[in-house]
């Protein structure tokens, strides 16, 4: 297939210096000879300019065979995830610029080394006195481990009237420090941006609370750090901007574009091409060019073998199934990760409806999107007919994405994840039922995950045990919430 | 003993002078004999909780009188006095109920997240070291700031509203104050989160100036299913309102006292709930540096969080319990809220305790930039402290609280509560004092997410 072959073609066409395109695309009939081929930011010669960005958007106009919902029977432990091209199936990957390679690769050996290396590991932390390096400062000074909490009357209210009805665990990621999972990952990647020398930090944020976890470890490390925003998001978000200048570190606006988080994206990976060599730049998402699904992941995923050690401890056993909120998809990732290769473990992603799939005001990309690439990976994105990247819309700045994270493109595509979507609405009401209930106000963003309970929890046999990720607290969402809301 | 006509005046009437024959109200700083510390029934400050309680329940079968010295007490109307004694008898029920306090223990892992790191705060010491030739003291953060609701009131908003479940109660009121009552909100906030696990109806008095002055507290309050009732003026009318309410309505709504202040048996509930940030913090001491802490550091407003982590360490004469309260605008400016410091000893609220009044005996208007330090009183145990010369307590102004709040940010990535930013202030002043090598702890009481923008807008001198 083409899109196939030309997937295969990208690791051996960086290293050649030859330009060798993909061949023509004549098998499907949805192309058109004035469609752009699908290509690789180096091999094609499309200017900067054109998509606003270094890392380009190219158009595959995939029929909807990608969405097949056949479920590999294969064995989920035998995937790779990732190759050695950082690819996830066919997804994932590195689409960027020459000058970023040889830093990306340079991240990857860091990371692998760091990963096998004692003094580092995270994944002992809590068991006894840590002297590992990250697993000392996510228990002292992130709070891990974060509780596996029964919510009793979240429970009771899905409590069918014959008295049945599953049995609801919040993972209370919203009890970390900065109020959110963010943190973790920021964390990892700032430690191995000091092994790797690096006294500079640039990341981009959209909301502001990736900006703030990326300005509070700088601060605990005292590195030099600058958060891109764009300019439109600054002025919504004026305390967070705040923050992140109290924290020390340097906010600068964005302007073009629409002046949001894809643009503030883009600015920032400009930056990192610019400055690389003293520069480590942290995203903050399962998303962007290989190494970084995979590091983002691995430093998340330390929710999830939390998640299997309590589950041990108050019931025995293991979980049914596993919910979570999906933008990027970190948080989700980090759930779910250790989990992948249980195949009797429900993987079950929420992403953003917005005003309704129909509206095309959403962010529900897995669901509604096409595969392309947006900064530099392959994945799910939502795009016009031009191939251009539509501004998504959610209440909640977090879920507020065009794309994915790879390798959840990869596990709908396996069928190992199911993924569905909750609109604003669902999402406002879950935020106000669970505050009331359970006395946790959940951020947003964690309210599409808690909506999507409802639709759930009636279909589920007597005592399942659902896990749900509660991402982030919601404190900075009371002020959007009362609006709609009229508490 | 010397006796002292006590001049009761509230706004509208004066009542008759009371003879008060055992209490001196002159500020003395005598230092009492440390065998009272006995009386009081700080037990063994060792794992053997259950032994202890089980002593202090044996003294204290009957009613007990709540004294710390001269000070605490049952300064209430007579309606109040046998809802006092059953809150009294329930409370030490539970205290030995290993079903309670194995429910309370999860809830408080579960749901508040505890236990709360004691961290090492490389960047602070780091930045005292300097400032001294590269000596100075290990700075260790308890962070509360890491509880649930971002503050340590929930350990005992949490354990209060169980009572109040075993009680047979299903609704709570909550007076508005630093803690109960909410100044910050904090206390309310707590209240109404732990009546949303437990499905309590939720009723918090607020001073309306406070409403005003953190709105965002009003509607967290709100979503967490409480209704807020405005009071004119601030918490302290808040709370006098709130005790007004719960003797209206006695035997159908329990009273949620949010820190150490108010009649027997509340100061001592509250310190017990509270207790739980000192017991971990000496285990967690233990396990770091095999000993315990050269100096206790926290900010006093009404004094929970203080005694919280102090009380566990009474007894060691080695550990050196330092408070610090709100000197506002200055100490001499009378725009503060040091108690202890430039407070007189009197009623309020039902105890006896220092507080701040003027020659009239009204209680004066407090400020602080952290308003969960605007509390005209402080909790009678902690004025015992202060008598027996147990406790140092020292101050810091509004200013050196923004500078600390900034400087925590900067240097560590935490954003204190501005309450707490007080303890951190006065750490400019201790640090230079210190051996090399002493330990420091100091409790961060809460986040201070809440104050980003009074920190933004403080005009910077």
Known sequence: MAIRAAATSAPTARS????????????????SSAQLSFGRAKSTTRPRTTVGCAISCTMTREAAAVTSTEKDDSDPALWSRPDSFGRFGKFGGKYVPETLMYALTELESAFNSVKNDPDFQASKLCISAVKAELGGILKDYVGRETPLYFAERLTDHYRRPNGEGPHIYLKREDLNHTGAHKINNAIGQVLLAKRLGKK????????????????????????ECIIYMGAQDMERQSLNVFRMRLLGAEVRGVHSGTATLKDATSEAIRDWVTNVESTHYILGSVAGPHPYPMMVREFHKVIGEETRRQAMEKWGGKPDILVACVGGGSNAMGLFEDFVKDKDVRLIGVEAAGLGLDSGKHAATLTKGEVGVLHGAMSYLLQDDDGQIIEPHSISAGLDY??????????????????????????????????????????????????????????LPDKTKVVLNCSGRGDKDVQTAIKYLKV | METHHFHFKTRRHNYPQVVCANHRV?????NVNPSVLRLHNYGNPTADLAKERAVSADETKRPSTGKFGRFGGKFVPETLISCLEQLEVVFHQVLQDPEFQEELSTALNDYVGRETPLYYAERLTAHYKAQNMGRGPDIYIKREDLAHCGAHKMNNALAQAMIAKRMGLTAVVAATGAGAATGAGQHGIATAAACAKFGLSCTIFMGTADMEKQPSSVDLMNLLGAKVRPTAGSFKDATSDSIRDWTEKLGEVYYLAGTAVGPHPCPTMVREFQSVIGRETRRQAAEKWGGTPDAVVACV????????????????????????????????????????????????????SYLLQDEEGQITCPHSVGVGMEYPGVAPELSFLKETGRMEFYSA???EA???????????????ALEASHAFAYLEKLCPTMPDGAKIIISCSGRGEKDTETVFNYPIS
């Open chain 1, 402 to 459: 065009p794309g994915v994270g790879p390798e959840h493109s990869f596990l709908k595509e396996k069928g190992r994840a199911e993924y569905y979507c909750v609109t604003d609405e669902e999402a406002l009401e879950a935020f106000k039922r669970v505050s009331r209930l359970e006395g946790i106000i959940p951020a947003l963003e964690t309210s599409h995950a808690l909506a999507y309970l409802e639709k759930l929890c009636p279909t």
């Open chain 1, 16 to 31: 050649s210096s030859a330009l060798s395109l993909p061949p023509p695309i004549s098998s499907s009939s949805s192309y």
């Open chain 2, 301 to 352: 407003g009404s004094g929970s969080n203080a005694l919280g982590i102090f009380h566990e360490f009474v007894r060691d004469p080695t550990v050196r319990l330092i408070g610090v309260e709100a000197a506002g605008f200055g100490l001499n400016t009378g725009k503060h809220a040091a108690t202890l410091a430039a407070g007189e000893v009197g009623v309020y609220h039902g105890a006896m």
């Open chain 2, 26 to 30: 002159t500020t003395s700083k005598s």
């Open chain 2, 402 to 416: 923004v500078e600390a709040y900034r400087r925590v940010a900067r240097l560590e990535g935490i954003l204190p």
């Open chain 1, 200 to 223: 500079r930090i640039i990341a981009e944020t959209g909301a502001g609370q990736h900006g703030v976890a990326t300005a509070t470890v700088c601060a605990r490390f005292g590195l």
């Open chain 2, 397 to 399: 102004s509004d200013e």
